[in-house]
């Protein structure tokens, strides 16, 4: 007798964000170690099957993969209504099948990226430490609300008290993210940080 290995189903549902258009999938299976935001098809072409194949669909405008969920921004003549169970059925189906989700090597050419960004900003040795304070503050307080939110957070930099923060996934052009990024993070930074005289975002 062959033994056949009985794969565990694919468990989905889906969450809110608070960005109307973006709606966040979320299965029982780790999808992706890390972050990958596909605001450009070519991105996703280049780099996700999985996105690619979102992408292959008309409403689809943007995807989010982190960890164990997707979250899809659609195009705005679309009504989640109309495609949220086909969408929800195409990735059963596609993480059932153990279909790619990111290429190998995107992380490094990502941070390479970052680098090219980054490089440009020079620190003083007294701000190189406020970066590690604003860093460390986003990465253990705002990232994991935002992430649960179906979006990401980057710090981007610091210039003369205002620090610049890149917004992806679900965050990206929703409107609650305004006024969570200026009454909360801000408000956070300033408190812990008294260097930190505003917050303003990026999209990613």
Known sequence: MENTVTKSPVMLYTEQTPNPESLKFVTNRMLFKGTADFREEDLAREWSPLGSALFDKPFVKG???????????????????????PLK?????????????????????????????????????????IVVKIKELIETYVKPAVEMDGGNIEFKSFDEGTVTVILQGSCSGCPSATVTLKAGIEGMLKRMIPEVKEVVSEMG
């Not at 099948?97 to 090597?105: F, L, M, R, T, Y």
């Open 63 to 85: 995807v989010y993969i982190c960890n164990n969920f997707v979250t899809v921004t659609k195009e705005l003549n679309y009504e989640w209504g109309d495609i949220m169970l």
């Open 89 to 129: 059925e195409f990735l059963k189906g596609y993480i059932q099948e153990d279909g790619g989700i990111i290429k190998d090597g995107f992380e490094d050419a990502m941070a390479e990226i970052e680098a090219e960004r980054g490089a440009t900003y020079q620190y003083s040795e007294d701000e190189a430490e």
